[in-house]
C-alpha cells in the first residue's frame, strides 16, 4: 500500500519561500499524476498544483499561479512544491496526494491516496 509522507512545512514571514517535499514507498509513483491540495482551518480542502506522470503538464490554482511550482523527480520516488512570495492566505495544512491516472487534474476526487499533511503557517 502506498505510502506518502510531506515534510518541508513551518512557521515564515510573508514574502519568504519554503520547499515541501513528499517521498513515497512501498510503491512506485512514476505512472501517475500527482498533486498538492491544502486545508485552512474551518475550509475545505481545495487544488493547489498538479503534474503529470512525465512532468509534460502541470497545472495551478489561480492564488498560486506565477508562485508556486511542482517539480518531481520520478527516480526518487519524490514530489516537491515549491512556494515563493508566500502570503498569510497561504497558511494550511498541505497534503500530498497520488493522481487516479496519470493526467494533471484539478479536482479532490481526482486523487485516490493522500499524505498526513504538513503544516505551513505565514506570518503577516
Known amino acids: 500500500q502506498l505510502q506518502l509522507v510531506e515534510s518541508g512545512g513551518g512557521l515564515v514571514q510573508a514574502g519568504d519561500s519554503l520547499r515541501l517535499s513528499c517521498v513515497a514507498s512501498r510503491r512506485t509513483i512514476s505512472n501517475s499524476a500527482m498533486g498538492w491540495l491544502r486545508q485552512a482551518p474551518g475550509k475545505e480542502r481545495v487544488f493547489v498544483a498538479a503534474?503529470?506522470?512525465?512532468?509534460?503538464?502541470?497545472v495551478y490554482a489561480d492564488s498560486v499561479k506565477g508562485r508556486f511550482t511542482i517539480p518531481r523527480n520520478n527516480f526518487k520516488n519524490t514530489l516537491y512544491l515549491q512556494m515563493n512570495s508566500l502570503n498569510a492566505e497561504d497558511t494550511a495544512v498541505y497534503y500530498c496526494?497520488?493522481?487516479?491516472?496519470?493526467?494533471?487534474?484539478?479536482?479532490?476526487?481526482?486523487?485516490?491516496?493522500w499524505g498526513q499533511g504538513t503544516q505551513v503557517t505565514v506570518s503577516s
Open positions: 503534474i503529470s506522470w512525465s512532468a509534460s503538464s502541470t
Open positions: 496526494a497520488l493522481g487516479r491516472s496519470g493526467l494533471a487534474l484539478t479536482e479532490p476526487t481526482d486523487f485516490a491516496s
